[in-house]
């Protein structure tokens, strides 16, 4: 939880006679009976909030627009980053959603620029959106000898100049830093001469390879900077995460405090945690069990709340989902009051401010009361104070969940938020372990600036920018941007000369071809049949597995199928199609262990960290229906793709399963379902998407000689994940055990050990065996 937290049993919940005790009352009783699909409630009790006079480097001018805006006093966490900030400390505030934590930038930028009229300030946010709300808001505030202004891809040529040369605070984002501004900081001299702070929103986005390749940026753009002899503050904001001062030194290459202590008030919530139960008559693949599905659950849930008379949100994986939720929820109403039926709807639209704006208003006035949507809302829209917020499936990190969770009850009342559980091993483990969602978070936000596959492209665009002096290649990447730096050598791309090192081609610039968004490589074009539009890109190394010749491939909530791939044009073809099943590719893997950097044993258990080369062929593909029944299976001759990666894996004796009782016939399943349910729990412990990261499991491995689990990075030289699990290894298996054996079914399902990606057709699956050696290496993890 973002703060503090009381234990409740269920009962003192459900007795409760707060609002969000009513609701879940509600909700419950449109269970049908014999179905008990709550695991956790509990009352999060409301906060005071902690409020701190005004600093006294805060001028009336500055302070003055606050006050008008109802502002008396900051929060404690605003003061104290803010206070930091304005004596030159970098620093991140990570509190809860809404808990202003723009006020802590605000305050020392606006100071600066309103004493003294030559400074300069830099504001970065991963979306327009959120950037363009942040500009209208520094821009109502109208502070005296602040131009705020925005510089992005959007903003019109003629624009461009004016803002280089007058604004003194701009909004832009990653990207248009990369191929905008570095590029051309001769163009903007005096702005970055006199750059005093350098903001970064929402930086626990900044993970993964995007959060890398920010990484490198940020040193860049530090680099620049001091040649022009300013050496700017940073200040960061971030939502609640473990460690958030490590995951931002990492990010800027700087010491960065932290300041984590939330002063905003909070209302009270009941927090539920439900796990729709299996079905009885529909099996899936293998012929697993099945639970009914999160969506169906939320749409009976948000109809009931409309009952209610809640304002409530129900967030939904897809945008198909989201309209089918908002469907589903209707079609329940119209039985009751065509009235109701006409207060749900799904939010589909992109980010036009104005739609945000209408939805924002129709919530507000009641005219709507439940509404379905997608992420689309969590970032830049200002919905607040309703009375639920149905989360469909886990979304990927804590921070997101509380996110979307945080739109409920912000303005002192009272609200219900429930956790539907997906059939999703992560899923699983957090309805049964109420801990991992309102304890201390244990995801850290990683990413991993010393991968050589990103450090090259940004040590050519740091070459063109100004020539690298050995200094320079140090701050930038360390020893091992010093060895990339020769390779880059070696390719002609730069040239060695006394005082360093320099860009070979001055008039082709290297930016344009780094996407810092993708995963290196050519991306592969989704283009559209009959239109010739072009609807997005994939990445290239998965595109054998996504969109291969009759994939169903989903893109942004809309449903195709894919007609041809042509991997060395980087072409696909699709048309849109809704079919009523999925496909799942097959696949063949190797991997080879290139270099064990760590190997530590633990008796007949050895845990071991390196890189690793993974060879994938994707060889055919299933089509199956939504109950997991599969129709048949398709032979594809796809070539084959290897990635050099990082990976942490665990070897056990043939010795060690034998003495705990597993014959080696089931060694082969016992180490699948171990991996599949170990890749879907990672995202605990570090913020990734299970689609991140891959496994390899096997009986006997040529390079260990004995039954082994790889788990890897899915992209090439890696982005920290594998190094991320390394370290938290006890944390993470601890987990993945108790997600298998908390799991209901009998022997394997999607919630516990069945994998939607499995390349294998999730065969074969041992989930007692699973356990058994899970066990077995979290006694020797203990013991040693
Ligand atoms: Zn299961
Ligand atoms: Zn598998």
């Known amino acids: 939880m ?68 109802g502002i008396a006093r900051p929060w404690s966490h605003q003061a104290a980053a803010a206070d930091r900030a304005h004596v030159g400390e970098h620093v991140v505030v990570a509190t809860g959603t809404a808990s202003g934590k723009s006020l802590a930038y605000q305050l020392p930028v606006l100071t600066r620029l309103n004493a003294d009229p030559r400074a300069t300030a830099l504001y970065l946010s991963p979306t327009k959106a959120l950037g363009a709300d942040q500009l209208r808001t520094v821009a109502e505030l109208r502070v005296d000898g602040v131009r705020a202004a925005s510089y992005d891809g959007d903003t019109p040529l003629p624009e461009r100049d004016w803002v280089r040369q007058h604004a003194n605070w701009v909004f832009t ?109 529909v099996t899936g693949e293998n012929g697993a069990p099945v639970r009914r599905s999160a969506g169906a659950e939320t749409a009976r849930m948000l109809a009931d709340l409309v009952v209610e008379g809640a304002r409530s949100l129900a967030f939904v994986r897809s945008r198909r989902g989201a309209e089918l939720t908002a469907l589903g929820a209707r079609r329940v109403l119209a039985e009751i009051d065509e009235e109701l039926a006409s207060q749900v709807a799904a939010y589909r639209a992109g980010y036009l401010p104005e739609e945000r704006r209408a939805l924002e208003q129709a919530l507000l006035s009641g005219s709507l009361r439940g509404v379905a949507t997608t992420n689309a809302l969590e ?40 956790l539907v559980a997906r059939d999703d091993p992560l899923d699983t483990y957090l309805v049964h372990h109420p801990e991992a969602m309102l304890g201390a978070p244990l995801e ?57 090192w320099f860009w070979s081609h001055p008039t082709d610039r290297p930016h344009a071809g780094v ?185 006997l491995h040529p390079d260990t000689g004995r039954p082994t689990v790889f788990v890897h990075d899915g992209h090439p030289g890696g982005a920290g994940f594998a190094d991320r699990g390394h370290e938290a290894l006890r944390e993470w298996l601890t987990a993945t055990r108790a997600a298998i054996a908390d799991c209901e079914c009998p022997s394997g399902c999607p919630s516990c050990v069945q994998s939607p990606k499995c390349g294998n057709g999730n065969d074969p699956l041992d989930k007692a065996g699973a356990v058994v050696v899970l066990d077995v290496v979290l006694t020797r993890l203990a013991e040693g």
């Open 2 to 69: 973002d703060g503090g937290r009381v234990l409740g049993a269920p009962a003192a919940v459900l007795d409760g006679r707060s609002r969000g005790s009513v609701l879940l009352r509600r909700v419950l009783a449109g269970t049908p009976a014999g179905e008990s699909p709550l695991t956790h409630a509990e009352l999060v009790p409301a906060r005071e909030g902690v409020t701190q006079g005004w600093p006294d480097w805060v001028p009336e001018d500055v302070r003055a627009p606050f006050l008008a805006r």
């Open 515 to 699: 996407d810092i968004r993708g995963s290196g490589g050519e991306q592969v074009v989704l283009v559209e049949s009959d239109t010739g539009r072009m609807l997005g890109t994939v990445d290239p190394g998965t595109a054998p597995a996504t969109v291969h010749p009759g994939a169903v491939h989903l893109h942004q909530g809309e449903s195709y199928v894919v007609d041809s791939l042509d991997l060395d044009d980087g072409l696909a073809h699709l048309h849109a199609e809704d079919p009523e099943w999925t496909t799942q590719a097959r696949t063949v893997i190797d991997i080879t262990v290139i270099e064990t950097e760590r190997c530590a044993p633990h008796g007949d258990l050895q845990v071991c960290l390196g890189s690793v080369e993974v060879s994938e062929q994707v060889v055919g593909y299933l089509r199956k229906l939504p109950s997991g029944r599969v129709l048949d299976s398709t032979p594809l001759d796809m070539p084959e793709r290897s990635l050099r990666t990082r990976a942490v894996w665990y070897t056990l004796t043939e010795d060690a399963l034998l003495r705990a009782g597993l014959e080696p016939s089931r060694w082969p399943g016992a180490l699948h379902a171990a991996e599949h349910a170990a890749i879907g729990l990672l995202p605990l412990v570090a913020t990734c998407d299970r689609w991140d990261i891959g496994g390899v499991s096997t009986a």
């Open 173 to 281: 984002n990653p990207d248009m830093l990369h191929r905008g501004i570095l590029p051309r900081h001769g163009r903007w001299t005096t702005f970055l001469r006199r750059l005093r702070y350098v903001v970064i929103d929402e930086c626990h986005t900044y993970r993964g390879l995007f959060g890398s390749h920010v990484a490198l940026l940020m040193r860049r753009l530090r680099r620049v900077c001091a040649r022009y002899g300013a050496h700017p503050t940073f200040v960061l904001a971030s939502a609640t995460v473990s460690e958030p001062a490590v995951s931002a030194s990492v990010l800027t290459g700087l010491d960065v405090a932290e300041v984590t202590d939330d002063g905003s008030p909070r209302g009270a919530r009941a927090v539920a945690l439900w796990e729709p139960p299996l079905l009885e008559e």
């Open 444 to 500: 850290r936000c990683v990413l991993d600036p010393t991968n050589p596959y990103v450090l090259a492209p940004h040590l050519a665009c740091a070459a063109s920018e100004i020539p690298l002096t050995r200094e320079d290649v140090a701050s930038l990447g360390g020893d091992a941007a010093l060895a990339v730096v020769d390779d880059l050598v070696a390719e002609g791309l730069l040239r060695r000369r006394r005082g360093g």
């Open 379 to 418: 970032l830049g829209v200002d919905i607040a104070g309703l009375d639920a917020v149905v989360v469909a499936g886990f979304p990927g990190t804590r921070a997101s969940f509380w996110q979307q969770a945080g739109r409920a009850g912000r303005s002192g009342d009272d609200a219900l938020v429930v």
